[in-house]
């Protein structure tokens, strides 16, 4: 039994450890339909995770898009399930946080179709950028994402205010 376990902390640690050495600011194209094509450096990335699908949902803090590898959603899923349901806060949380989600699959062609009403979520047209957020993307109209970064005034205070206490 203990085997078992440790394969399965094993496995969940590779996974995130994939998506962590994942490559930010990939510029992409979106059709008119909604389908983006997973870039080669990203699809090398995945390889191992590309075969269980992905999980797409809103940003709570931006007008971009969450893309989460199954395994990576399902830790957040574990999280959430965590909360106390009989706390109204916790349900309005849970309610924000997974509204829009569905379920995606890759085509033979590797591409991501999105949904309509996400992409009209996200303001996503032709030019777009996948981002890393350490355990998923972030999929931004490109205009959008080049404003949110020069939205950061100072970022060698956010810099030291996130990242300083950080054991080194």
């Not at 203990?2 to 962590?20: D, E, Q, R």
């Not at 490559?23 to 075969?51: F, H, Y």
């Not at 999980?55 to 957040?76: D, F, G, M, N």
């Not at 997974?98 to 309509?116: V, Y």
Request: charged fraction near 25%; proline fraction near 2%.
């Amino acid at each position: 039994m203990a085997k078992s376990g440790n394969s399965c902390v094993f496995l969940y640690n590779f996974l995130i450890n994939k998506m962590i050495n994942l490559i930010a600011g990939i510029d992409c194209k979106v059709d008119s339909k909604g389908r983006v094509l997973l870039p080669t450096t990203l699809k090398n990335q995945l390889q191992e995770v590309l075969s269980q699908g992905f999980i797409v949902k809103r940003s709570i803090y931006h007008k971009c898009l969450e893309l989460y590898p199954r395994s990576a959603w399902e830790t957040q899923v574990e999280h959430l399930n965590k909360l106390n349901l009989f706390i109204k806060k916790n349900v309005d949380f849970i309610r924000i946080f997974t509204a829009g989600i569905r379920e995606l699959e890759l085509d033979a062609t590797f591409r991501l179709q999105i949904p309509k009403d996400l992409v009209e979520f996200a303001g996503l047209k032709s030019d777009v950028v996948l981002a890393s957020a350490t355990t998923y993307l972030e999929i931004w109209d490109k205009t959008a994402y080049e404003a949110a970064l020069s939205s950061v005034e100072n970022i060698e205070e956010l810099a030291e205010t996130v990242m300083g206490n950080i054991p080194q």
